[in-house]
């Protein structure tokens, strides 16, 4: 068994519920989407969703796309900790689609920007937008 699928069977009823519906969903959802989607199935303030999305991310299955503001399911096996990852987005501003990218190029360029600037990252997230291919068509 991955370490993800322990860590998925670790979950409270809330954080299950939000991470099936991020990872049942095409496009990334706000918090408040997520508030309203679930309300029904027992939330009801905003830091419900809050916490449930934290562990979520602590766990490494979720991410925040920083410029919407908006949460998405990981889209990788093997997906570590948020908090030591570098990750790539592609986010179509037509049909609002999110692809996620894990790059080794970019993970030794980070790695040599800190050893080199003496900075060390708690994460790296770097956001394309513009138009996919299925939209260009």
Same mark, same amino acid.
């Given at each position: !068994? ?11 009823? @809330?954080?299950?519920? /939000?991470? $099936?519906?991020?990872?049942?969903? @095409?496009?990334?959802?706000?918090? *408040?989407? %997520?508030? $309203?989607?679930?309300? +029904? ?12 999305? $934290? ?13 919407? +503001?908006? #949460? /998405? ?9 948020? *908090?030591?990852?570098?990750? !790539? #987005?592609? %986010?179509?501003? !037509? ?16 790695? #040599?920007?800190?050893?080199?600037? @003496?900075? @060390?990252?708690?994460?790296? /997230?770097?956001? #394309? ?9």
């Amino acid at each position: !068994m991955s370490t993800k699928s322990k860590r998925s069977k670790e979950l409270t009823k @809330k954080q299950t519920l /939000v991470m $099936d519906l991020l990872k049942n969903n @095409k496009v990334p959802l706000s918090a *408040y989407d %997520i508030l $309203d989607k679930l309300h +029904n199935f027992g939330f009801r303030a905003p830091l419900q969703v809050y916490r449930a999305l $934290d562990k979520l991310i602590e766990l490494g299955l979720v991410h925040r796309l920083e410029t919407l +503001n908006a #949460f /998405v399911a990981c889209q990788h096996k093997n997906c570590e900790s948020n *908090y030591k990852k570098t990750t !790539m #987005f592609t %986010i179509c501003e !037509m049909c609002g689609n999110v692809h996620e990218f894990v790059n080794t190029g970019l993970i030794k360029l980070v790695k #040599f920007l800190e050893n080199d600037g @003496k900075f @060390k990252t708690s994460r790296t /997230v770097v956001e #394309f937008k513009g138009v996919c291919s299925a939209c260009t068509e």
